[in-house]
């Protein structure tokens, strides 16, 4: 459930060519300075270019005939058939930006598998595929094909994205997470003949005969221009994203749950949504004192973090939120409703199966009398978030809790919930793989935690709450 420095490298802007100023790049998203639109330039053999970097594996000749034709330009005919091409537009962008996956050039009503991979930052292998039937022209488009087979199925124009899982073999409990917000994932997309699944190895399909074509995405969390800048101050443990520009601009302080240390991604991409973002940490990092696997700090920590935010010349203090997910919504609610807060040690017990849970002492009957909110002093918007197939804490009843509280105060206009069936406990921005299971610790042993969640309707809750989540943070932070 969810409530709402450095530059990139000018080594990277100097390869993609990019600046403060507006380029027409072609295959980068506007984001990163690419034009709002551009349809693919064809040249002579009717090949698209300035699709992204989709690469053919072959070779295309063409022979001179007829002359000149209109215009004076010169009239070409293939000799041969081209070479199968799969392309992806914007081959740079924004990780909540869609893409267009589109292969050319193939064999009409023909079997295809399109298969994703990419490597986490931990160097473990994650991949997806989809089978497909090409049309009567010989292509097949993602964004209006259905998938018959594979990793989802249906008309899912991001579903090589959202469906990425650890390659069979891999380590227990993985988790995607990007660590370095400076750096895009990279992701290898390939077109193969017929219908197969990768982990059949050599001897599947197409597989042994190698791709048909294949190209390459880069999804980003930062745009060009967006400064990161370590906090350690006052004892505040945390780092802060700005916009490009002076500002100054609305700002939200950035809350995570109880797994601790410092998480960035959300908050480098908030900055590249045009608002200053806090990702701040408050356990189990080094640079606050105490256990690593406690939290020892309190309310205050919290509140001097949020003044620390408003006081930056580069936001506008007026116009600050708080977005907390998991544990991060308790928090973000002390912060708007409570002079205190009380460190309990109680966090989670173990189900049936012997996963971690918090859903049980998440409930509302067993929080504790002085950790219960203070709904009566609330005086701003909630946005509140709920995957109704979460295993990890008690979402929905805390929702109707909250609901029905703020109705008897006669602050019902201030609650606002979107619920999503099959949606689990990590909801986060928009085609990001989810994970049901994921490694909880290690020490003093190893531990699993459930969150939920199914993959299809997970993804379908992250696009249409992110979307929503930005529309409600421009309404109450901007309007």
Same mark, same amino acid.
């Given at each position: 459930?969810?409530?709402?420095?450095?530059?990139?490298?000018?080594?990277?802007?100097?390869?993609?060519?990019?600046?403060?100023?507006?380029?027409?790049?072609?295959?980068?998203?506007? +984001?990163?300075?690419?034009?709002?639109?551009?349809?693919? $330039?064809?040249?002579?053999?009717?090949?698209? %270019?300035?699709?992204?970097?989709?690469?053919?594996?072959?070779?295309?000749?063409?022979?001179?005939?007829?002359?000149? =034709?209109?215009?004076?330009?010169?009239?070409?005919?293939?000799?041969?058939?081209?070479?199968?091409?799969?392309?992806?537009?914007?081959?740079?962008?924004?990780?909540?930006?869609? /893409?267009?996956?589109?292969?050319?050039?193939?064999?009409?009503?023909?079997?295809?598998?399109?298969?994703?991979? !990419?490597?986490?930052?931990?160097?473990?292998?994650?991949? +997806?595929?989809?089978?497909?039937?090409?049309?009567?022209?010989?292509?097949?488009?993602?964004? $209006?094909?259905?998938?018959?087979? =594979?990793?989802?199925?249906?008309?899912e124009p991001m579903g090589l994205m959202w469906s990425l899982q650890p390659a069979p073999g891999a380590r227990e409990g993985l988790?995607?997470?990007?660590?370095?917000?400076?750096?895009?994932?990279?992701?290898?997309?390939?077109?193969?003949?017929?219908?197969?699944?990768?982990?059949?190895?050599?001897? =599947?399909?197409?597989?042994?005969?190698?791709?048909?074509?294949?190209?390459?995405?880069? %999804?980003?969390?930062?745009?060009?221009?967006?400064?990161?800048?370590?906090?350690?101050?006052?004892?505040?443990?945390?780092?802060?994203?700005?916009?490009s520009g002076p500002g100054p601009f609305p700002a939200i302080l950035d809350l995570w749950g109880m797994g601790g240390g410092l998480?960035?991604?959300?908050? +480098?991409?908030?900055?590249? $949504?045009?608002?200053?973002?806090?990702?701040?940490?408050?356990?189990?990092?080094?640079? /606050?004192?105490?256990?690593?696997?406690? %939290?020892?700090?309190?309310?205050?920590?919290?509140?001097?973090?949020?003044?620390?935010?408003?006081?930056?010349?580069?936001?506008?203090?007026?116009?600050?939120?708080?977005?907390?997910?998991?544990?991060?919504?308790?928090?973000?609610?002390? /912060?708007?409703?409570?002079?205190?807060?009380?460190?309990?040690?109680?966090?989670?017990?173990?189900?049936?199966?012997?996963?971690?849970?918090?859903?049980?002492?998440?409930?509302?009957?067993?929080?504790?009398?002085?950790? $219960?909110?203070?709904?009566?002093?609330?005086?701003?918007?909630?946005?509140?978030?709920?995957?109704?197939?979460?295993?990890?804490?008690?979402?929905?009843?805390?929702?109707?809790?909250?609901?029905?509280?703020?109705?008897?105060?006669?602050?019902?206009?201030?609650?606002t919930r979107l619920s999503y069936p099959g949606a689990g406990h990590l909801i986060e921005p928009p085609y990001s793989p989810n994970?049901?299971?994921?490694?909880?610790?290690?020490?003093?042993?190893?531990?699993?935690?459930?969150? =939920?969640?199914?993959?299809?309707?997970?993804?379908?809750?992250?696009?249409?709450?992110?979307?929503? !989540?930005?529309?409600?943070?421009?309404?109450?932070?901007?309007?």
């Amino acid at each position: 459930m969810t409530w709402l420095t450095s530059k990139i490298e000018q080594s990277w802007k100097s390869w993609s060519g990019l600046s403060h100023r507006q380029h027409t790049c072609p295959g980068v998203s506007p +984001a990163f300075g690419g034009p709002e639109s551009m349809p693919p $330039r064809k040249d002579q053999g009717g090949l698209e %270019r300035g699709s992204g970097v989709g690469i053919g594996l072959g070779v295309v000749l063409h022979e001179c005939y007829g002359g000149l =034709g209109e215009a004076g330009s010169l009239r070409w005919r293939s000799r041969y058939r081209p070479a199968p091409l799969l392309s992806a537009s914007p081959a740079r962008a924004l990780i909540d930006e869609q /893409i267009s996956i589109q292969g050319h050039f193939l064999p009409p009503h023909s079997a295809v598998t399109v298969c994703a991979h !990419m490597h986490s930052e931990d160097g473990d292998l994650w991949e +997806a595929f989809s089978h497909y039937n090409t049309n009567e022209d010989g292509t097949v488009n993602l964004s $209006r094909d259905h998938s018959v087979g =594979g990793s989802y199925v249906g008309c899912e124009p991001m579903g090589l994205m959202w469906s990425l899982q650890p390659a069979p073999g891999a380590r227990e409990g993985l988790r995607l997470k990007k660590k370095n917000t400076e750096a895009p994932y990279v992701v290898n997309l390939s077109l193969f003949e017929g219908h197969f699944t990768p982990s059949d190895g050599a001897t =599947g399909v197409g597989r042994s005969a190698g791709p048909l074509a294949v190209s390459t995405v880069e %999804r980003w969390y930062m745009t060009p221009g967006v400064r990161r800048i370590d906090i350690r101050q006052n004892g505040i443990v945390g780092t802060l994203f700005l916009p490009s520009g002076p500002g100054p601009f609305p700002a939200i302080l950035d809350l995570w749950g109880m797994g601790g240390g410092l998480v960035e991604y959300r908050s +480098a991409l908030f900055a590249s $949504r045009g608002f200053a973002s806090l990702s701040l940490a408050y356990i189990g990092h080094k640079d /606050i004192p105490g256990p690593l696997n406690t %939290r020892n700090v309190g309310i205050d920590y919290l509140r001097s973090a949020y003044h620390l935010l408003q006081d930056r010349p580069e936001v506008c203090g007026e116009r600050v939120g708080v977005i907390g997910l998991s544990f991060g919504v308790f928090m973000s609610l002390q /912060i708007a409703t409570q002079p205190d807060l009380k460190v309990t040690s109680r966090y989670w017990r173990f189900d049936e199966q012997g996963y971690v849970s918090f859903r049980e002492v998440s409930l509302p009957n067993n929080i504790h009398p002085e950790n $219960r909110v203070k709904l009566e002093n609330l005086t701003c918007q909630i946005l509140w978030i709920v995957g109704e197939d979460d295993f990890s804490c008690a979402s929905i009843e805390n929702a109707n809790e909250i609901e029905e509280a703020l109705r008897s105060a006669g602050k019902a206009q201030l609650f606002t919930r979107l619920s999503y069936p099959g949606a689990g406990h990590l909801i986060e921005p928009p085609y990001s793989p989810n994970a049901r299971t994921s490694l909880w610790t290690v020490k003093p042993k190893k531990l699993i935690t459930l969150w =939920g969640g199914h993959l299809a309707p997970h993804a379908a809750a992250q696009e249409n709450s992110w979307n929503k !989540m930005l529309h409600f943070l421009d309404c109450n932070l901007r309007g």
